[in-house]
């Protein structure tokens, strides 16, 4: 069974940094486009970056020049280097994937657990 296991959440104080890190395992075919989501309290949930199997990368506009999404494929693995964080960052980040599960199979959306944000003033 497919799982992304998310790792790397905690509270920071505002202009500090954290890096969230997020690896698919599992059984699969292969992984298309990763990336993380975010949710702040009250709020829906928006995109914070993504990143497709080629490299190129996409940003939601409140994070644009202060988070760096990277991947490492050899390893399922997908880092979101967030700095000169500010409390409007705080709330959930969701790492998400395109995941084929078998070569007989199409690629669909796998979600993790979670991991939470806390930026204090």
């Known amino acids: 069974q497919v799982q992304l296991v998310e790792s790397g959440g905690g509270s920071v104080q505002a202009g500090g940094s954290l890096r969230l890190s997020c690896a698919a395992s599992g059984s699969f075919f292969s992984i298309d486009a990763m990336g993380w989501y975010r949710q702040a309290p009250g709020k829906q949930r928006e995109l914070a970056a993504t990143i497709t199997s080629d490299g190129t990368t996409t940003y939601g506009g409140p994070v644009k020049g202060r988070f760096t999404i990277s991947r490492d494929y050899g390893k399922s693995t997908v880092h979101l280097q967030m700095s000169s964080l500010k409390p409007e960052d705080t709330g959930v980040y969701y790492c998400?994937?395109?995941?084929?599960?078998?070569?007989?199979?199409?690629?669909?959306?796998?979600w993790g657990q979670g991991t939470h944000v806390t930026v204090s003033s």
């Open positions: 998400t994937a395109g995941i084929r599960p078998n070569r007989a199979a199409v690629f669909r959306p796998y």
